[in-house]
């Protein structure tokens, strides 16, 4: 396990659909999450049965600080995300570890209330 996947002091620590997330509640209504996702994680295997639906429609706004991902959108297109990296993902999304070491994500989000209160589009699109 590396440092960036240890416990975090004063977070809340859960798991759902193989994640591993740390969570620390700031200012109001906002998260800090650092989300741990193992080699080999899919939202479309491992999230989807958990929560339904046919794509991922949480936003996803915070840094990768390890690891590896990929997302894909509804209408094909890809996003590849090698730390350290910004990471911004609309809802709409399946998304997957690429490679064998976990894939470490600092978030911030609104919960339901993210893609409004950042001002994000609700949906991927091409400008």
């Known amino acids: 396990m590396s440092i960036l996947e240890r416990p975090l002091r004063?977070?809340?620590r859960t798991g759902v659909g193989g994640l591993t997330v740390d969570d620390v509640a700031v200012g109001d209504g906002g998260h800090l999450k650092r989300i741990v996702y193992p080699p080999g994680w899919r939202w479309s295997t491992h999230m989807q049965p958990v929560t339904g639906g046919e794509r991922c429609m949480h936003a996803h706004v915070g840094m990768l600080?390890?690891?590896?991902?990929?997302?894909?959108y509804a209408d094909g297109c890809r996003e590849a995300f090698d730390a350290?990296?910004?990471?911004?993902?609309?809802?709409g999304h399946d998304g997957w570890v690429v490679g064998d070491e976990p894939a470490v994500l600092?978030?911030?989000d609104c919960g339901a209330d993210t893609v409004e209160r950042l001002r994000l589009p609700s949906s991927h699109r091409h400008d």
Do not use: K, T
């Open 10 to 12: 004063g977070a809340v």
């Open 65 to 72: 600080v390890q690891g590896r991902i990929e997302i894909e």
């Open 84 to 91: 350290p990296a910004a990471v911004v993902v609309v809802p």
């Open 106 to 108: 600092v978030q911030y």
